[in-house]
């Protein structure tokens, strides 16, 4: 069979037109690795996460209520169970009748203190009186002990002069005796009340504290949204009887999301806080990117955090080039606009370039905290100082 004869010359046209071709191409990825891909970082092992806000009963009690069911939107202080209140019902009431008690037992004692005064008027008055007839019965005595020497006293006056003085002596004594026992009753009763008045001594207020206790137990029998979001893995069912701690609902508060993204090591070296990316969901697409800026880069690699840590020591071991999460911060506006879920895919690429300001500095905790339990004490105060008012009397 007779071969096609190839003109050298074109074979070497054909050879230095694929060199070049090559060596073009080269060039342009080279370029394009200098000047774009170098400066950028992407990973598709990206998640979304947020805070999972658990909330558990602060009292044992039996449900008779669910306000709130998965995938319900709530507000921050809805309330999502309610527990029997009977029992506490029960103890506010005991506390609000030993208050009162309290209030009228108290203020006996600033009323003892007034008897007491006067009554240590009256023994002192009772000693001067006995001083007096002790003295009356001193000079009499010796009076006739000095009518004795000369015979114009018979022995007998002198006998009942004698017991007269003595029984002047032991009025004396007594009379100190009692005036002793109400002084220092009265000292007793002063240390109880000084500095302070009914409505603030200490009994009145450890009552009043008691009080605050059962408020407080009978307002927690109603479980209130801690923060606005959506419910999610409902377990609590009516007519169970939990205890204190027992974990009932999730909220989920979707405007307070962010990004997890799992970098390799070796994807790290130019990474930093502040440094702005572009992520983008699988649930939308490449339509809809997200405005991130990287927030902080995790302590340490996710199998050092694993619940079962590997154990590189061991004589099996095979490398594995490791990952480490770093926290995207998403625009609020975006995610409003296109929301998000916990666990969703996600990408990311962060720009690695000379990093942005951030809008707060490195390290600074987003605030996670909530004000609804203080508004459970409402009113309690209110009511505290009218059981007192109403048991002072005039």
């Not at 009977?86 to 108290?106: F, I, N, W």
């Not at 995790?298 to 199998?303: E, K, L, R, V």
């Not at 996600?346 to 300001?357: F, G, H, L």
């Amino acid at each position: 069979m007779p071969t096609a004869n190839v003109n050298p010359s074109s074979r070497k046209k054909l050879l230095l037109a694929a060199t070049l071709t090559f060596i073009v191409i080269g060039v342009i990825y080279a370029a394009w690795w200098l000047l774009f891909a170098a400066h950028y970082e992407s990973t598709d092992d990206a998640y979304v996460h947020g805070n999972l806000v658990q909330v558990t009963a602060q009292v044992p009690g039996t449900v008779i209520g669910i306000e709130a069911d998965d995938t319900q939107l709530i507000r921050r202080g809805d309330v999502l169970v309610k527990l029997d209140p009977t029992d506490a019902e029960v103890g506010v009431r005991q506390a609000e009748a030993a208050l009162a008690q309290t209030v009228r037992r108290t203020q006996m004692l600033y009323a003892q203190n007034e008897a007491l005064e006067a009554d240590i008027g009256v023994r002192q008055a009772n000693l001067e009186r006995a001083q007096a007839d002790l003295d009356k019965a001193g000079s009499d005595l010796k009076r006739r002990q000095t009518l004795a020497r000369s015979g114009g006293v018979s022995g007998e006056e002198i006998l009942h002069a004698e017991t007269a003085y003595k029984a002047a002596q032991s009025g004396v004594a007594q009379a100190k005796a009692a005036l002793a026992a109400a002084r220092s009753t009265l000292r007793t009763n002063q240390a109880l009340t000084i500095n302070t008045t009914v409505a603030h001594h200490p009994d009145v207020l450890q009552a009043a504290a008691q009080l605050r206790k059962a408020w407080l137990a009978q307002a927690r029998s109603k479980l209130l949204a801690p923060v606005s979001g959506m419910v999610a893995q409902r377990s609590v069912q009516v007519g169970q009887h939990v205890a204190a701690g027992a974990p009932l609902m999730t909220v989920v508060p979707l405007h307070q999301i962010w990004v997890e993204a799992n970098f390799k090591e070796n994807q790290l070296r130019r990474m930093e806080p502040g440094q702005p990316a572009k992520v983008t969901a699988d649930l939308y697409g490449d339509k809809v990117v997200y405005t991130g800026r990287v927030e902080g880069i995790d302590a340490g690699t996710g199998s050092a955090f694993a619940l079962l840590p590997a154990q590189n020591a061991t004589g099996n071991w095979i490398k594995v080039v490791q990952r480490v999460p770093v926290r995207i911060a998403l625009d609020p506006k975006q995610v409003a606009e296109h929301p998000l879920r916990i666990g969703l895919s996600m990408q990311v690429e962060v720009d690695i370039r000379k990093p942005q300001q951030a809008e707060k500095p490195a390290g600074t905790p987003t605030p996670l905290e909530t004000d609804v339990y203080a508004e459970q004490m409402k009113g309690v105060d209110q009511v505290i100082a009218k059981i007192i008012q109403d048991n002072l009397g005039s």
